[in-house]
């Protein structure tokens, strides 16, 4: 079974390790004061903990230390390859975290970086003047996409502090992905147009194998209902889809599950993807010999491992025709490498 989170992120850290130019940050200060029982290490520079070669993530996984740090330029990146811009001019995603509390077998955070903490950069404002110049035309901001910054909400207050500012910026859009059934931290916030929260959703089979530490598919369906009622725009992600003989047996009553519980008609999107890394991640992941779905025989094209064209056409093929018996196709996004 999958051991989700059973406690807040304020009580999973024994260590926390602080740079000592944000020591006195009001930021770093709030946090500390949620940690009294905490380790507190003070450090020059995030990179010389977090960087260190010859890490074992997989060990560091099972006991997370916290990070508190300075982010320095760059604050925004060119939306990824691997992710959908969703037709705007102007296509951002930004790290105000790195790592993440959850640990899932096809992320490819265990191949980009060398540890398994996680580092939260406590000035924020710093974004948000580094995103400005870029205002003058509608813009997409990903705010979660090398983390899961819903769920270390309750530490951070990123979410929501993003949120407020992008009600003073009309051509700011926000995207935050998340497979957090962490909702409460937004319930004070007005929904906004410009703002979308994206669920990721697997069966809950695929979730106990491969999703360690996240919250169970009935607590992420309750988190959405509840965002769902309070009127914000949600879109659902099916994507990672993950392949295997059981595929239509674990995904198609999956499906009935997600719609037997949400209204459709109040989803603003859906999106439908399968599994996709860059090769290079995929070997470091596979050197962990951590999971069988690093050793699936995936095609590689332009440095991009994915399943075989007809796997994928397939998996579209079947998840489509299902989620249309619920959905409408035109708000179905669909993602093929």
Known sequence: MNAALLHSPCELFSHLYVERAVIDHPQTKRIMARFPRSHIIEIDHYKDVFNRPNQDFRIQSRSKNLILARREAPYLYEGSYYSDG??????????TLLGCL????????????????????????AYFEAVKPHLDKPTLVAISYDTDTLATESLSGHSAAWIVFAGREPN??????????????LRSL??????VLAWTLSPQ???DRYEHKTPSLRQRLKAIAEALQAGWQVRLCID???????????????????FATL???????????????????????????????????????????????????????????????????????????
Request: glycine residues 2%; charged residues 25%; aromatic residues 16%.
């Open 190 to 195: 007005e929904p906004s147009a410009q703002i």
């Open 102 to 125: 959850y640990d899932c077998d096809y992320c490819y955070l265990q191949g980009m970086y060398n540890s398994a903490n996680n580092v939260l950069f406590v000035n924020i404002e």
């Open 205 to 207: 089979v695929i979730i």
């Open 263 to 337: 209204d459709a008609e109040k989803i603003h999107q859906l999106t439908l993807g399968s599994f996709r890394m860059s090769s290079t991640y995929l070997k470091r992941i596979k050197k962990m010999h951590s999971s069988d779905i690093a050793f699936y025989p995936y095609e590689v094209n332009d440095g991009v491992a994915s399943y075989s064209k007809a796997v994928e056409q397939k998996i579209l093929a079947t998840m489509v025709a299902k989620v249309t018996a619920y959905f409408p196709k035109e708000k179905i996004r669909t993602w093929e490498i």
């Open 86 to 95: 969703f037709e705007f001019e102007n296509f951002f995603y930004t790290p």
């Open 172 to 185: 700011l859009n926000l995207e935050i992905r998340t497979k957090s059934a962490n909702f409460k931290p």
């Open 240 to 258: 990672p889809v993950i392949y295997n003989d059981d595929f239509e047996a674990l995904y198609l009553p999956f499906v009935d599950e997600i």
